[in-house]
């Protein structure tokens, strides 16, 4: 089977906190809606969404995964998310794809740090509040919970249905509100009147004929206003759903299919033509009969299987034999077959509309991100950049096989494809490969990953820390390389001028040469040995960021001048005005927010303390829980996570996101200098 047409489409991806019963409920509703005969567990292994060896050995998911199943005449695809704090990047991902995302909250957890990053990483999208595992929660614990769903995200989050009195089932509040059943808590009519009441205040035809005339609205009327109020988040709608018992569980069904939007009333991602300031936003309509616009945001590769791409409609029809351009690639390739999911099962299907998610295989040159598209008149089209937690913990990793080198380089490039939050650079200084995450479990998962599905093995060891340079002032310098060896010598000369920036800017090259004093065709060289100071540092090292370097002036000779002499020349030049323009080393810093038991706060704060580190907020989301949130240098983090779970005997959270950089202690400085001038400064 396949969508008819994009209106019948529901795209849908579950989000929140490791934990929250996602996976559960997605196994929940494909047994509701008749797509599979009895529902997989966590505990056996067998679920749909959760397939790959490594994620039944740890009993999470840990990429996303596509589901689909029909009801009441609509096509659900479901994107089941992962819930670690690790995992963030892979489940951000799914967001470009999807018109809904469902933000699930376990009843017995509460609100806990995943709900707020996806709550808050998804509102550009019409947002539905899930809360699960109803049944092992209290009618007063679940009132509570509402409560603080609403000081938290809201007047906006507002109950859709509720929990019936008896906890087997739950009592819609919206399209039948006359009925004769009382709920566990609250009131039906009144949440009816709130949603009805939040609604109408977006349509004031509709809010005259309600509040003048008194008339009762049929859910019909209110469709229209209903999907503006959740593209403009003036609504969330909050269900209740029990994932072991089924409750809830069909009702949610009804509410996708019927409440939730179609890929024409959703908000759609902003696609642009062009590059950086140039880039001019571009309409991308959800129409079978325009060009083909597709955008993939999952690759998955299997060093047995090859690559696997998934990716939205969002314009256009696809079918077998469709020929797609990747990118800019000027040479299109051939859709032989058109894959539909369901979890790790492949089917093939005639046709994808607007507004469908489908998939194709050992397509080598896809990649995340990439548009596809079958016409050149959508050459340089990209979706808006969007926005990822920068990964800040590191590992080297040093090959035990002499010649695997080579083979590790393409693991991780396969590996860095599927993750957008995975860094993967080469120390030079140190000679080692390096990978950095969001924290220790995502790195222990990557590097589980290397070695299972490449068969690799590896040493590991703590990376240098990716201390930066910049300057505080402003300085001058001229340079001249001059060589004679016989017959053609080389001749350049750069004078030019270095200018500090604001934090975080990285760098500007100018030029202000008159009079063609520097060749036109030498003035790439000069970028790139300026380049090339930049990368290695004049102080202690480390790559110079935050600086304008200006080119005013310089000389050529008509014989002797060539590309290698201007290349040293501003190679040397930029050394030199660095070192006058009072040069700093900067350290990394990071965020990091824990959540911890109140008694446990004095301990918590000294060890920030310990680590340099300075409390920035601290909050009190729920009795007897603190939030703090401190600012650290990267370079004392080691061994925190460890530390943390033993102060609070593994009953804590945290998250950690980069925090910039700012100047290091003068005894930093000092030893970073020294140790790099003690192996030679290279200049």
């Keep these: 089977m396949t969508p008819a047409s994009v209106h ?44 790959d060896p490594q994620e039944k050995a740890m009993g999470h998911s840990l990429s996303t995964s596509l589901a689909h199943l029909e009801w009441a005449g609509h096509w659900v695809n479901l994107l089941d998310t ?12 799914a967001l470009p794809a999807v018109e809904t995302a469902a933000v699930l909250v376990s009843a017995p957890a509460g609100i806990e740090s995943g709900t707020r990053r996806m709550m808050e990483a998804a509102r550009d999208k019409c947002r539905l509040v899930v809360v699960s595992k109803i049944d092992a929660a209290t009618p007063a614990s679940l009132a509570a919970l509402l409560d603080e769903l609403c000081a938290t995200f809201g007047r906006e989050c507002l109950p859709i249905n509720l929990p019936s009195a008896s906890g087997d089932s739950v009592i819609d509040c919206f399209f039948d509100p006359d009925a004769n059943r009382e709920p566990a808590f609250s009131s039906v009519s009144a949440a009816h009147d709130s949603i009805v009441d939040q609604v109408v205040e977006l349509d004031e035809a509709l809010m005259a004929s309600y509040l003048e005339q ?8 209110l469709h229209a206003p209903f999907e503006q109020a959740l593209r403009e988040g003036h609504l969330i709608p909050v269900c209740f759903v029990s994932a072991r018992t089924g409750a809830g569980v069909k009702e949610l069904l009804d509410i996708l299919g019927r409440l939730m939007p179609d890929p024409t009333e959703g908000n759609p991602p902003r696609f642009l033509k062009g590059e950086g300031a140039a880039a001019l936003e571009v309409e991308v309509a959800a129409d079978p009969e325009r060009h083909v ?17 998934l990716f939205r409609i969002h314009q256009g029809r696809i079918s077998p034999n469709t020929q797609l351009y990747i990118g800019d690639s000027r040479k299109p390739f051939k859709v032989s077959h058109l894959l539909r999911l369901q979890g790790k099962n492949q089917t093939e299907t005639p046709l994808g509309v607007p507004g469908d998610i489908c998939a194709v295989a050992r397509v080598d040159d896809i990649h995340p991100d990439a548009v596809l598209h079958d016409s050149h008149d959508e050459d340089n089209y990209h979706l808006a950049p969007a926005s990822y937690p920068q990964p800040v913990f590191g590992l080297a990793l040093i090959p035990q096989k002499h010649g695997d080198e080579q083979k ?14 995975l860094e993967v650079g080469f120390d030079h200084q140190a000679r080692q490969t390096v990978v950095r995450g969001l924290g220790e479990l995502h790195l222990k998962i990557i590097l589980e990953q290397l070695r299972t599905r490449w068969n690799l093995q590896f040493d590991t060891a703590t990376p240098s820390v990716p201390y930066r340079e910049t300057i505080n002032g402003t300085a001058e310098a001229r340079y001249r390389h001059k060589k004679q060896s016989g017959g053609a010598g080389q001749f350049g000369e750069v004078a030019l001028r270095v200018e500090s920036l604001p934090r975080g800017a990285g760098i500007e090259l100018g030029n202000e040469v008159k009079g063609g004093a520097i060749p036109t065709n030498f003035l790439p060289a000069v970028e790139k040995g300026v380049r090339q100071a930049l990368a290695e540092g004049a102080l202690a090292g480390f790559p110079v960021q935050d600086v304008r370097v200006v080119l005013v002036d310089g000389k050529a000779h008509a014989v002797d001048s060539n590309e290698v002499s201007f290349v040293t020349a501003g190679r040397h030049a930029t050394l030199e005005a660095l070192l006058g323009a009072r040069p700093v080393v900067l350290e990394p810093l990071v965020s990091v927010t824990v959540k911890v038991a109140d008694g446990n706060f004095g301990e918590v704060s000294a060890e920030f303390a310990g680590r340099r580190g300075h409390l920035t907020t601290t909050e009190s989301p729920a009795s007897g829980v603190t939030l703090l949130t401190a600012v650290l240098p990267l370079a004392e983090m080691e061994g925190f996570e460890a530390r943390l779970k033993a102060i609070c005997a593994g009953e804590s959270e945290f998250s950690i996101t980069a925090a910039g950089y700012e100047p290091a202690p003068q005894d930093v400085q000092q030893r970073l200098v020294k140790s790099w001038t003690g192996h030679g400064s290279g200049q």
């Design 8 to 51: 019948d489409i529901r795209n849908l991806a579950l989000l929140g906190h490791a934990g929250c019963g996602k996976t559960t409920l997605l196994e929940a509703l494909l047994v509701a809606s008749g797509t599979i005969g009895a529902a997989g567990t966590i505990e056996r292994g067998d679920t749909v969404s959760d397939f």
């Design 82 to 93: 992962p819930g670690l704090p690790d995992l963030a990047g892979r489940a951000l991902t």
């Design 214 to 221: 008194g008339e009762s609205l049929d859910p019909e009327q």
């Design 293 to 309: 616009i597709a955008h993939v945001f999952q690759v998955a590769n299997d060093p047995y299987r090859g690559k696997l791409g």
């Design 408 to 421: 590790l380089a393409e693991a991780l490039a396969r590996l860095f494809d599927e993750d957008p939050c």
